[in-house]
């Protein structure tokens, strides 16, 4: 299955930007494909991980876009307060998922909420003037309070990506708490 870890956020608001369709989570680990069997290691990862980590605040603010702003193909908002905690807490999962054979990714974690994917002209244009725009490189989109990790499935569909929530582990504690999904 086509999986990731994440930490999920409250929905961030589009005002009257049709463009604008910003996902409702923070991704620390993508799984082009994940065997059912593997499972449970994610989640064994998943508590190592959240391991003594209590739960922090995240805020996302300002603009950014891959590969860069002169060429958007992803514009996003970037993590302000807790990129610190949320850093450390992706770095103990990349661990945890290395130990048990999977592989990781070798670019470094950049904490950012995709805001909007640029599939065409038109969409360029709109991303080169949203990405410019003073009011949006200093907006702050949300708040939220980090407290567990979420294993999700992702169903790639016509009408984009359905997400479905697998697995839960709460932050904090000797080894994590798992709750019901």
Avoid: C, Y
Avoid at 7 to 14: E, G, I, N, R, Y
Avoid at 127 to 134: G, H, I, K, N, S
Avoid at 158 to 180: C, D, K, M, Q, Y
């Amino acid at each position: 299955m086509r999986a990731f870890v994440a930490v999920d956020l409250p929905p961030v608001a589009q005002g009257a930007s049709t463009e604008l369709r910003p996902e409702d989570h923070l991704t620390l680990h993508f799984f082009e494909e994940l065997p059912l069997e593997r499972v449970p290691a994610v989640v064994e990862a998943m508590r190592d991980a959240a391991k003594g980590s209590a739960p922090f605040e995240v805020e996302l603010r300002g603009v950014g876009a891959f590969p860069n702003i002169s060429r958007p193909r992803v514009v996003w908002a970037g993590v302000a307060e807790g990129a610190t905690a949320l850093h450390a807490l992706a770095d103990r999962l990349r661990q945890a998922l290395s130990s048990r054979g999977f592989p990781t990714e070798q670019r470094p974690f950049l904490p950012h909420l995709t805001l909007a994917r640029v599939r065409s002209p038109r969409e360029a244009a709109w991303a080169t003037r949203f990405l410019a725009d003073p009011a949006n490189i200093a907006r702050s989109w949300t708040r939220a309070t980090v407290s567990e990790l979420r294993l999700k499935q992702s169903e790639l569909t016509p009408a984009g990506a359905h997400h479905t929530i697998r697995e839960r582990v709460a932050l904090g504690g000797p080894s994590g708490t798992p709750t019901p999904a």
